[in-house]
Nanobody
């Protein structure tokens, strides 16, 4: 069974940094377009960042640019989300997701494009 496993979440003070990792259980994900989403209590799940499977094109939500970056290491079947200058409003459960039914030449910004999801990792930023 295909799995995406996030790690790297935790409790951090405002201004700190975290790097989230998303490891795929199958090599097929190494060329899939991937995304990071987050969901805060009482809010809808929102896209944080996305990366194409081929070429490494990236997207980061406008409000997070300059603080968050997304990258991948296909040799390790792992996608990363580097989060710097964290703020209390970044507190949420962070999920990684994969697009397997569309070309991996692009990144995808719509939740419905993603068909595999990890279980999520909690990020809590204290003030």
């Amino acid at each position: 069974q295909v799995q995406l496993v996030e790690s790297g979440g935790g409790l951090v003070q405002a201004g700190g940094s975290l790097r989230l990792s998303c490891a795929a259980s199958e090599r097929t994900f190494s060329s899939s377009s991937m995304g990071w989403f987050r969901q805060a209590p009482g809010k809808e799940r929102e896209l944080v960042a996305a990366i194409s499977g081929i070429g490494g094109s990236t997207y980061v939500a406008n409000s997070l640019r300059g603080r968050f970056t997304v990258s991948r290491d296909n040799a390790k079947d792992t996608v990363y989300l580097q989060m710097n200058s964290l703020k209390p409003e970044d507190t949420a459960v962070y999920y990684c997701a994969a697009v397997t039914r569309r070309t991996s030449s692009y990144y995808y910004t719509l939740r419905q494009d993603y068909d595999y999801w990890g279980q999520g990792t909690q990020v809590t930023v204290s003030s």
